[in-house]
């Protein structure tokens, strides 16, 4: 029995960097959910008959939401739904299924590495044919319908048991629970030598994998221990808990600093890894040496053809604009296309379809290939495996050779998290007026050599994305972007973005804080951090 419910428009159902991203409280308002699930359908031609894919991270109200999302999806035409077990999909691994089963499309649940429970995150977000994220002009339709929708459609079938594997039915819909790890785990043993990363576990090397009681959790347990031969225990924190065990399911150093502390001190294993709520983002430390995303982008890029699935010549690298220059290096070295996006993985999907890039990253802990359509947190973390089995040598010393070819990019994120958002507004918009004045100015030893705001041509379709970041950049390369975050649920998030080129080897290895002391210095000069936000210290480094 399908239902038509009449209901009135949201104001905030605007999807940001990643999908709709709110508190629990504000989607558990009536016909929340119910109105933008219909506003995305309502955005899409031609999915009658044909499969949807659902799944999302584990968090508090995945299930209802899932519920509700497979009861419209009947009532909306789809032929069918594949729904992880449990409701359960980690992000890389939706992409995965949408693209194996030819799926029209997907949703996933999951506000990422944001925390979780009745009074924190939760997201929707949709993902296309392809795999990835719904590009602008889809997200741009939805918020446009969202503002106008005055019915939904819901079809009345009894309970779901999400919990059995197998197809049963919804109406004129199929349903298919499947494994959610089963596919992913197939597809991770077509990219890299599961041999002799297994002989190299063998040979007595010791991981930690922290899961952040998220979503990766079952797939670590089922790829390091079961099929790779890991030690039990070297997956840790596998259970995924609705709350993340009341964490921030973030693998950086605020939120992962156990391992970062186990890594640096005596006795640590050979390489620490983490992963985050929805399983996208990595983490990666080596025995004393944390590696920052952007340089790990670039290992990975240099080294990928160590790993059977890319002994190919890589197509071409992309990162996002606030990503280090470090893997423009590598790009150059190996004479392959490098591409600048806006941040977030929606901007990569067209490079990898048309065959411009093979490995995508981001300084934000994501990394990626052409694999699937998102950012994968396990993917990384196996395909640094592979080359500490191929290499056999330490993280460390990898990492450490890598600078001495290549230079070093001195890398910081400084995140100022709950600022008022008119506060943060005022900042760039007094910095944008400064444009004009600020090359040629000292600050310090420092010469603004340019200022803008970054702007992206999609080479592939043609489109332009504009307000992507404010960049300052200093004579020598060095440079500050200032950006306000599109995924935050409170008030406004500023990200200051500090880079600086060091060629010299002697200079190698230091403290990043102090070895950019002068830039972020500059960066306070320039935009007036402290006087907007009132702010004297960053919420976050990274
Ligand atoms: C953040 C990251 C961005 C990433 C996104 C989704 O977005 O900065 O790189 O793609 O999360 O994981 P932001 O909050 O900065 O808009
Ligand atoms: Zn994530």
Known sequence: MIRTVQTTPFDDQKPGTSGLRKK??????????????????DSLDGYRGKTLAIGGDGRFLNREVIGIAIRMAAANGFGKVIVGKGGILSTPAASNIIRKYGCFGGIILSASHNPGGPHEDFGIKYNIGNGGP????????????????????????????????????????????????TDYAALMETLFDFEAIRAMFKGGFRMAFDAMHAVTGPYAKEILENRLGAPAGTA???????????????????????????????????FGAASDGDGDRNLIIGRGIFVTPS???????????????????????????????????????????????????????????????????????????????????????????????????????????????????YYSRHDYEAVETDKANALIDELRGRFATLPGQKIGALTVAAADEFAYH??????????????????????????????????????????KYEPDPAQHGRDPQAALAELIAAADAIAGIRRHTGRDAPTVIT
Not at 24 to 41: D, L, R, T
Not at 242 to 253: I, K, S, V, W, Y
Not at 313 to 342: N, Q
Not at 459 to 477: A, H, I, M, W, Y
Request: aromatic share 8%.
């Open 134 to 181: 719904a590009p602008e002009k889809i997200t741009d339709a939805i918020f446009a319908r969202s503002k106008a929708i005055r019915e939904y459609r819901i079809a009345d079938i009894g309970p779901l048991d999400l919990d059995r594997i197998g197809t049963t039915r919804a109406g004129d819909m199929a349903v298919e629970v499947i494994d959610p790890v």
């Open 458 to 499: 999609d080479p592939v379709d043609g489109s332009v994305s504009k307000n992507q970041g404010t960049r300052v950049l200093f004579e020598g390369g060095s440079r500050v972007v200032f950006r306000l975050s599109g995924t935050g649920t409170s008030g406004a998030t500023l990200r200051v973005y500090i880079e």
């Open 236 to 270: 840790r924190n596998f259970v995924p808990r609705e709350d993340f065990g009341g964490h921030h399911p973030d693998p950086n150093l605020v939120h992962a600093r156990e391992l970062y502390d186990e890594m640096m001190a005596p006795g640590a294993p050979d």
């Open 295 to 409: 340089d790990s982008l670039a290992v990975l890029a240099a080294n990928a053809h160590l790993a059977p699935g890319y002994r190919a010549e890589l197509k071409g690298i992309a990162r996002s604009m606030p990503t280090s220059a470090a893997a423009d290096r590598v790009a150059a070295k190996l004479k392959i296309g490098m591409y600048e996006t806006p941040t977030g993985w929606k901007f990569f999907g067209n490079l990898l379809d048309a065959g411009m890039a093979t490995i995508c990253g981001e300084e934000s802990a994501g990394t990626g290939s052409d694999h699937v359509r998102e950012k994968d947190g396990l993917w990384a973390v196996l395909l640094w495996l592979n080359i500490l089995a191929v290499r056999k040598e330490s993280a460390k010393d990898i990492v450490t050779k890598h600078w001495a070819e290549f230079g070093q990019n």
């Open 24 to 41: 629990v409280p504000v989607f558990q308002q009536p016909n929340y959910v119910e109105n933008f699930i219909q506003s995305v359908f």
